[in-house]
């Protein structure tokens, strides 16, 4: 079975939006200068034990810009780079949900001046969410795509608590469900390489599944500079998983998913210059090839196990 006219065998993000839209879709990751409740204080010291100073953001410029400037100059590169028509606005860094409504309004807003942008997509906490910040997002769904991606990592609350994460699952839960009783699409990110076995990490691709989550994002658990993730790897505490097992846990992972859940990651850069371990992902092509040829060889694809 393959998927969104391409070769894939999993419902790859990217080629739905070109699908949906008739050009290709790209986002413009935005830092509009969030905190994050895990990290100030208000829930614990710290934050989780993977977030640097960057709070996840991943893009070159900062929020010295304005939105509207970071809108403009990210049309610009992506445009140029990628030959990008269309795209949608993505707040990554930290917690995008965690000011007072009236803020979020003006932020969101600013960052859907431009007449290219066709959708809106919020990265943040599920403990950082409540009806009234949800109507403001749902707001905006009639007129753009829009998308609250919530960092989950797993389902096991003593995962969870292992790496410092400040919620349990039932926290999660609750945040969904509201979200999706407003109509908002829901991305759920999740970690492999949290020191779980493999029945453990499938059990979070079943619970997902049982949600029919809208779309997924996976992450690989790595080390980057001045984390605690690191402190432990340097003093040998902890490992990290090899990528074969990687590529051999997301093709498990997205045979329990349903066919309709997006996938807007498989793999990515962890940050090259900052990673620490491990080294092989910075290879991002090469593992998601890697994942492709294991998915050929199984003659399987995502969905073949879901219920």
């Known amino acids: 079975m393959f998927f969104n006219n391409t070769d894939k065998r999993y419902n790859q993000y990217s080629a739905y939006l070109k699908n949906k839209f008739g050009v290709k879709v790209y986002k413009i990751t935005l830092d509009a200068g969030f905190s994050c409740p895990n990290r100030d204080g208000t829930i614990s010291t710290g934050g989780c034990i993977f977030c640097d100073e960057g709070g996840s953001f991943s893009q070159a410029h900062s929020n010295l810009l304005s939105i509207e400037e970071q809108i403009e100059t990210g049309i610009k590169n992506l445009s140029t780079r990628f030959k990008a028509q269309k795209f949608m606005s993505y707040f990554q860094a930290y917690s995008n949900t965690y000011k007072p409504v009236k803020e979020l309004e003006k932020i969101y807003d600013s960052s859907l001046s431009n007449e290219r942008i066709v959708g809106l997509s919020i990265g943040t906490r599920p403990d950082c969410v409540d009806d009234e910040k949800l109507n403001l997002i749902a707001g905006y769904k009639d007129d753009y795509y829009t998308w609250i991606e919530y960092g989950l990592q797993s389902v096991h609350d003593k995962t969870l608590k292992r790496i410092n994460r400040g919620h349990d699952f039932d926290c999660f839960l609750r945040a969904y469900e509201k979200t999706k009783e407003k109509g908002i699409n829901v991305c759920v990110h999740v970690i492999f390489g949290l020191w779980e076995t493999h029945d453990e990490i499938m059990a979070t ?103």
């Open 205 to 307: 691709a079943q619970k997902l599944s049982e949600l029919k989550v809208d779309g997924v994002k996976i992450h690989m658990l790595c080390a980057l500079e001045n984390t605690r993730l690191a402190d432990l790897y340097s003093a040998g505490e902890i490992d990290f998983m090899s990528e074969d097992d990687y590529i051999k846990n997301v093709c498990d992972f997205l045979e329990y998913l349903p066919p309709q859940t997006t996938i807007h990651r498989l793999a990515g850069n962890g940050l090259k210059k900052n990673l620490i371990a491990p080294r092989w992902l910075g290879k991002k092509m090469d593992c998601l090839n890697k994942i492709d040829r294991m998915l050929e060889m199984r003659g399987t694809y995502q969905g073949c196990k879901s219920s």
